[in-house]
């Protein structure tokens, strides 16, 4: 039967890194983010990085992979029918509602996402999840967004698309100000927030 250590360990060889998961129908399902330390390398260096969507594809591949590896099915968030992946995070206890409304994780902090889950079909035990990182933070989130975009009354779509289209905003190249801003974000290549901001703007606006 897998353990946390053995996932952990092929997760990451794969990097990739499990970021929770939950008990339920008698199994666990365990979410799966990019490793901020590898991710990057491995996807540019992969087959799918000069083709559409490098990022999905790279994703149902490797996530795949570790899925026969483990005995476990693969879900993804990209694909139809689409799964509940905001529910699945928040009831891992290791996700939470930040207060600017995103998600945030306690190690991944608001530069949290997903790639993928694992769905076995036996229990797997897991770490217990430690307290929400806002409980004992002084919300730099809340002021961070140069134009307010992100913010106690929520979430100004037009106001984030018109900012990143200034040509002084420096969002475009290194992330979001807000995930950024963040204390339990780890820091990421430039260039892997680029990809992911260019995306963001083209489809979301």
């Known amino acids: 039967?897998?353990?946390?250590?053995?996932?952990?360990?092929?997760?990451?060889?794969?990097?990739?890194?499990?970021?929770?998961?939950?008990?339920?129908?008698?199994?666990?399902?365990?979410?799966?983010?990019?490793?901020?330390?590898?991710?990057?390398?491995?996807?540019?260096?992969?087959?799918?990085s000069g083709g559409p969507h490098p990022v999905d594809a790279w994703s149902r591949r490797v996530?795949?992979?570790?899925?026969?590896?483990?005995?476990?099915?693969?879900?993804?968030?990209?694909?139809?029918?689409?799964?509940?992946f905001v529910t699945w995070a928040t009831k891992t206890g290791r996700c939470?509602?930040?207060?600017?409304g995103l998600l945030v994780h306690d190690t991944q902090g608001l530069m949290v996402s997903f790639r993928g889950a694992?769905?076995?079909?036996?229990?797997?035990?897991?770490?217990?999840?430690?307290?929400s990182p806002c409980d004992s933070c002084a919300a730099p989130c809340l002021t961070a967004c140069p134009v307010g975009a992100l913010g106690p009354a929520g979430y100004d779509l037009h106001a984030c698309h018109g900012w990143l289209d200034?040509?002084?905003?420096?969002?475009?190249?290194?992330?979001?100000?807000?995930?950024?801003?963040?204390?339990?974000?780890?820091a990421r290549p430039d260039a892997q927030s680029a990809h992911h901001m260019a995306h963001f703007h083209r489809r979301e606006r």
């Open 96 to 100: 939470h509602i930040s207060p600017v």
């Open 118 to 131: 694992l769905v076995f079909g036996h229990a797997l035990p897991l770490p217990p999840a430690p307290p």
């Open 166 to 186: 200034d040509p002084a905003n420096d969002c475009m190249a290194r992330g979001c100000a807000v995930r950024r801003v963040c204390p339990v974000s780890p």
């Open 63 to 84: 996530v795949g992979e570790l899925a026969a590896a483990l005995g476990a099915e693969a879900r993804f968030p990209f694909t139809r029918p689409l799964q509940p």
């Open 1 to 48: 039967m897998t353990t946390w250590a053995a996932l952990d360990t092929a997760a990451r060889s794969r990097a990739l890194i499990p970021l929770g998961g939950f008990d339920a129908n008698g199994g666990t399902t365990v979410l799966l983010g990019p490793d901020p330390a590898t991710f990057w390398s491995a996807l540019r260096s992969a087959p799918e």
